[in-house]
């Protein structure tokens, strides 16, 4: 399994053609604590770039954007019962939301591990 990055600090870890979405490690550190989640729906339609979910912390409310287009197939229930998970681990149980890819070549688009620390350098 692949993951890619967002210039918008989202990261989406695919397989097959199905994804996992969630923000990084730098975006939960730029955010502070973490307060409230708001994640879609299953069924819900999403385009790239659309707003899919919402991250409150004590310092700021910010949009979580859909990288990639599809249909989301699960948001991640314990993260809005515990939504310090996005702090604890951003990248793993602190994922938002997995989708079914509407289409995959849309990945070729985010950038690499590599490449995403090289942009978070230059920030």
Not at 19 to 25: F, L
Not at 26 to 39: I, N, P, S, T
Not at 96 to 101: A, E, K, P, V, Y
Request: hydrophobic share 35%; aromatic share 8%.
């Amino acid at each position: 399994m692949t993951v890619y990055y967002s210039k918008e600090h989202e990261w989406v870890r695919v397989e097959g053609d199905s994804a996992t979405v969630g923000i990084t490690d730098y975006a939960q550190g730029q955010l502070g604590d973490v307060v409230f989640v708001e994640v879609p729906e299953a069924g819900r339609q999403l385009k790239r770039g659309a707003e899919a979910a919402v991250v409150e912390s004590v310092k700021a409310a910010s949009d979580v954007y859909a990288p990639v287009g599809g249909e989301v197939i699960e948001g991640n229930q314990a993260l809005v019962d515990d939504p310090a998970l996005v702090n604890s681990d951003p990248e793993g149980e602190g994922w938002f939301f997995r989708l079914r890819l509407s289409d995959t070549g849309e990945i070729n688009d985010l950038m690499s591990a590599g490449q995403y620390q090289e942009y978070c350098d230059g920030l």
